[in-house]
């Protein structure tokens, strides 16, 4: 029978200007880290976690969540505006975000990701109230296999994201390749050449400030200002607040779209393991596959930016519905809510909603505030921070140089990852020049780990190394089908191809 008792005990929980003070406190210091290159959104978090000591459980876990969701917008920022994510999530962001940028429309592509992650933030958290249990069943369903096959679901997009089958392949068995760095799970050292900080496998977010910001200063020296031609120069501060709102109202334009990158978020982010990066790239190869425009995407698609930051931003609903209900974290950011609750005295889990139900609804309905307060401090910050592409590249560069080496280096306080990161920096020029996609390496290493932990758990749970295990599960065989789906169009373009090119010789 249904009991709006904890739903009213949730919404009195949060009837105090203390918490309305807290989110927008929150979802501020989230934006403005999140666009700091090396600045992740789990570093955010674990800065703020001691303050929270003193705070009522509601106050603290409504604080760390506002950061989470200013967090997953913030990184967008200088993903769009400098082409250098904040943090893994928000490299898809950058396809279609940065090439608006360099066509003069950065006010509008910063105003279609406030939309769509505040969008997808609040349809995320109104999923989390409504069919949390639906996705804590999901959840508990998938198993290594499942998991495995998650991450294959994940490699299988990057072919569609390139215009080179074969070289996107390279460049993700690479990326893989340098995803198996480190210890196993078994105690076997792979490929750290000596480095013994290497044991925990290649530092994402060096690897990803290198590969994709730091080279694209080697690109920026050749050009005066970010944006071609430097044309937003002339745009007063009437005209740069209608572009922002004429991209920020366009979003809704796009509902269906809106809403199944979404629901994909949702579902993706409740999956241990998965988190917004692997969301935002199955969401957007699926906004691309849908398309009426494909040829667009890549090259400042409206599209593909909104499928992105939906995704991404809503995936955090799914992933605190795992983590309230199993106690089991999606990724970082919620491994460390996980520590925010323990240092309360509360143990997230099933028994969480029988002794706490008030809390944890009101921590649900908080994240609905946070997403109002998102529009409101994500339309500002971005008004602000637009400017940045007015600053003649002779200045920028040096700046965000010193950034970059600074946000790698307050990581782990280790030089070791400023060298990782400039390595990277030397690999992503080279791919550039030889048109190879850096998405595809970036995804191999997040990926690859998950791959090789979930295989080799799959395996161990069957006691044999058979392939029978996949097609003995039922949602294994739905995301066998699913993959087959996606990689059927590529492999028919490929063979037609191949076709075209052996007739056009007999033709002329």
Known sequence: MFDAAPIMEGLLLLADWKVMVIL??????????????????????????PLTYPMSPVLGIAFLTAIYAGGNFGSSISSILLNIPGSPQAIVTGFDGNPMTRKGRANE?????????????????IFLILVMPLIVQVALMFGPPELFLVGVLGLTVIAALHASFMKAVIAGAFGVLLGTVGMTSTGAIRGTHGYFELMDGIPVIPALIGLIGFSELFYMIQQRYIAGGGEQTNLQGSQR???LWQGFLSVFKHPLNVL????????????????????SVVSYNEAKRSSKHKDKFGHGSEEGLISAESANNASEGGALATMLSLGIP???ATAVMVGAFMLQGIIPGPRLFIDNQGLVYGIMFSQIIASVFLMAAGLLVSFYAARVINIPTI??????????????????LQMFDVKVMLVFAALGILMRKYDYPLIAVIL??????????QLMRTFQGSGQLSLDIFLSRPVSVILLIIIVFCTVPILLGIYRSMRNSLKAPRDT
């Open 395 to 412: 200045l920028l560069i040096p700046l965000i140089a010193v950034f970059s080496v600074a946000g790698t280096y307050a990581i782990s």
């Open 24 to 49: 927008i406190l929150g979802v501020f210091f989230g934006i403005i880290t999140g666009a700091i290159p090396g600045f992740s959104t789990p570093l955010a978090i674990s800065i703020m976690l």
């Open 444 to 453: 191999g290493i997040i990926l690859g780990p998950i791959l090789d932990r």
């Open 330 to 332: 999606g990724g970082l």
């Open 109 to 125: 592509a910063l105003g279609i990701a406030v939309a769509s992650s505040a969008t997808g933030n609040l349809i995320g958290a």
């Open 241 to 243: 607040r209608l572009k």
């Open 260 to 279: 199944k990158s979404s629901s994909i978020g949702v579902i993706i982010g409740a999956l241990p393991g998965a988190g917004a990066t692997v969301a």
